[in-house]
């Protein structure tokens, strides 16, 4: 079982009573949940995090549809091309006119079709042909055309919480023939009752369960991946022993302990998507723990993404320009701190970038915070865009006269030239009907 096809898939249920967790989504008294059950299915759009499971929703969805006669097709937009799509739609016109059979159409995904390819539903969703479950891990509001979300009912699914990890875990180990082993009630695994049968008797620590379940972060395939993975290292090293110690027999039991299982695990994949969602919420975090001065959350958000392989300079752009943003003229040397931190991490990369970037974070969420500048040139903008007419010319007296008939034309007249006064100068430098103006002062002009 464990040598062919990846654990997940094995595990994948048939069935809402083993899919746990995402009780908000399909819990017991939701309008999805009966919809399912009395078999009503909208369009949908399941949207939430790798694992989650968005396409075990779809496939129980579709297991359920065809004890009905519902035609399920699934299609990924990773490698279906618009005429495969068009094609299911034409088999699902043929089966609703001549056999009255509805067709479900899962697109795995679905946020890699891009606009063109997401308006080829619009109307076939419109006039019921097909009934479209998109699954994306991208937020739908960006990734789905508007006019194919507002005809879809957008299914939020979350992390799986640790709790319902164990039991996804747990169904798994006990469908692999896996004992638990008690950590309160300390036994040695060898002193088990011995095994008859040339397969080893396999052991698994409690703890090594709930490390799994809270290493894999809410996704499912990987807290199985990582089991997965587990059992076939201690199985393959228990053969290693037979062969290097020449014997005939093996070990007749197997411990899979908790170091095994973090090996198991690849942290880095799980933690941090560097293109999806969590990419922009980690980054939006730490923007937001540096502005309300909480160094803890800032380093925190920071070693999120860094330690989930985030790209350093990526990170560094976006403190170059909190530098000015957020800090701005309260300690104009944050700009140089920034512009510093990126260079550095330029010239020697990951890992040793890693505390660059966390004295830049530091610097940053200690220093003074001004945005005075930011919205006196969002005013600024602000002006220009709500201008209405043509733009007011530069004043004459501030314009460059290189040429003699620029001279001639009144082009610098007038200026006075600042140094050459001991007193201020009176003078205007803003075109004349905005004169007075104190973008500093004001949100609009
Ligand atoms: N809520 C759940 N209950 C039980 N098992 C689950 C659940 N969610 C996921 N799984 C298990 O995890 C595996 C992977 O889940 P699934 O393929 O549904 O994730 P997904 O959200 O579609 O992820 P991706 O976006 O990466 O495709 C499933 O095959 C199943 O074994």
Not at 327 to 353: K, N, R, W
Request: hydrophobic fraction near 35%.
């Amino acid at each position: 079982m464990l040598q062919g096809k990846p654990l997940a898939d094995t595990m994948r249920p048939d069935t809402l009573q083993d899919y746990f967790g995402q009780s908000r989504a399909v819990g017991q008294d939701t309008l999805l949940r009966s919809l399912l059950e009395t078999n009503e299915i909208p369009s949908l759009i399941l949207w939430g995090p790798p694992g989650c499971g968005k396409t075990t929703l779809a496939h129980i969805i579709a297991n359920n549809s065809k004890k009905h006669s519902i035609r399920f097709v699934t299609l990924s937009a990773t490698n279906a091309k618009t005429n495969d799509v068009r094609d299911v739609i034409k088999q699902a016109q043929n089966e609703k006119s001549f056999f009255k059979r509805k067709t479900i159409l899962f697109i795995d995904e679905i946020h890699r079709f891009n606009k063109s390819q997401q308006d080829t539903f619009l109307p076939h969703v419109e006039c019921g042909t097909i009934t479209l479950i998109g699954a994306t891990t991208e937020n739908p509001s960006f990734q789905v055309n508007a006019a194919l979300l507002s005809r879809c009912r957008v299914i939020v699914l979350e992390k799986l919480p640790a709790e319902a990890m164990v039991t996804i875990l747990m169904r798994a180990i006990n469908s692999l023939g896996i004992h638990v082993l008690d950590s309160s009630r300390p036994t040695d695994p060898l002193s088990h009752s011995s095994n008859s049968s040339s397969e080893p008797a396999m052991f698994i620590e409690d703890k090594a369960v709930d490390t799994l379940a809270y290493l894999s972060d809410g996704d499912a395939r990987a807290g199985l991946n990582g089991l997965q993975l587990a059992v076939l290292a201690r199985l393959s090293s228990r053969k290693m022993f037979c062969k290097k110690s020449g014997q005939s027999y093996s070990p007749s039991r197997v411990l899979i302990t908790e170091n095994d299982v973090k090996e198991g695990l690849q942290r880095s994949h799980i933690l941090y998507d560097r293109a999806g969602e969590e990419h922009y919420n980690c980054i939006s975090a730490l923007h937001k723990s540096m502005r309300g001065s909480d160094q803890n959350a800032s380093l925190y958000w920071l070693a999120r993404m860094l330690e989930g392989g985030e790209d350093p300079l990526y990170v560094a752009r976006r403190l170059v320009r909190f530098a000015s943003e957020d800090i701005g003229l309260a300690d104009p040397s944050a700009l140089t701190q920034a512009v510093a931190a990126y260079q550095g991490c330029h010239f020697i990369g990951m890992p040793e970038c890693e505390v660059l970037l966390a004295q830049c974070v530091v610097y940053f969420a200690r220093a003074p915070k001004s945005i005075e500048v930011y919205s006196a040139y969002n005013n600024v903008k602000a002006c220009l865009r709500n201008h209405q007419g043509p733009l007011p010319p530069v004043p004459l007296h501030l314009r460059n006269a290189p040429t003699r008939l620029m001279k001639d034309l009144g082009y610098g007249k007038g200026y006075k030239y600042n140094p050459m006064y001991s007193e201020p100068v009176d003078q205007e430098y803003l075109p004349e009907e905005l004169r007075g103006v104190d973008f500093f002062k004001q949100r609009r002009c």
